[in-house]
């Protein structure tokens, strides 16, 4: 059974840094592609990061710079180093997994889902 259970959120100021992490189980990492999505009560789902099964990452624009995706395969967890945090980052961000190598995807494409945690900023 695949899960996903992400952890790290919490609340900082505008500036500062947070780390989520999303561990995996019942995936193997080589078949799957992960990703971080984050949604606001105005709007869906947006990719913020996403890292295909060949190891690619990419980055929405608003983030590029800012963000740092990796993952520790020995134990299976997906880590989104976020720092210069600013109010438009405040959402629930969520974990995700696909598979298939590409990773860059909308959230529809995505089967799996934790249950997201909460990163708010505040001024």
């Known amino acids: 059974q695949v899960e996903l259970v992400e952890s790290g959120g919490g609340s900082v100021e505008e500036g500062g840094s947070l780390t989520l992490s999303c561990t995996a189980s019942?995936?193997?990492?080589?078949?799957?592609?992960m990703a971080w999505f984050r949604q606001t009560s105005r709007g869906g789902r947006e990719t913020v990061a996403s890292m295909g099964s060949d190891g690619k990452i990419n980055y929405i624009f608003a983030v590029k710079g800012r963000f740092t995706l990796s993952k520790d395969n020995d134990r299976n967890i997906l880590t989104l180093h976020m720092t210069r945090l600013n109010l438009a980052d405040t959402a629930m961000y969520y974990c995700?997994?696909?598979?298939?190598?590409?990773?860059?995807?909308?959230?529809?494409?995505?089967?799996?889902w934790g249950r997201g945690i909460q990163v708010t900023v505040y001024f």
């Open positions: 019942g995936i193997p990492w080589r078949d799957f592609s």
């Open positions: 995700a997994a696909r598979k298939g190598s590409v990773g860059f995807l909308d959230a529809e494409e995505y089967s799996t």
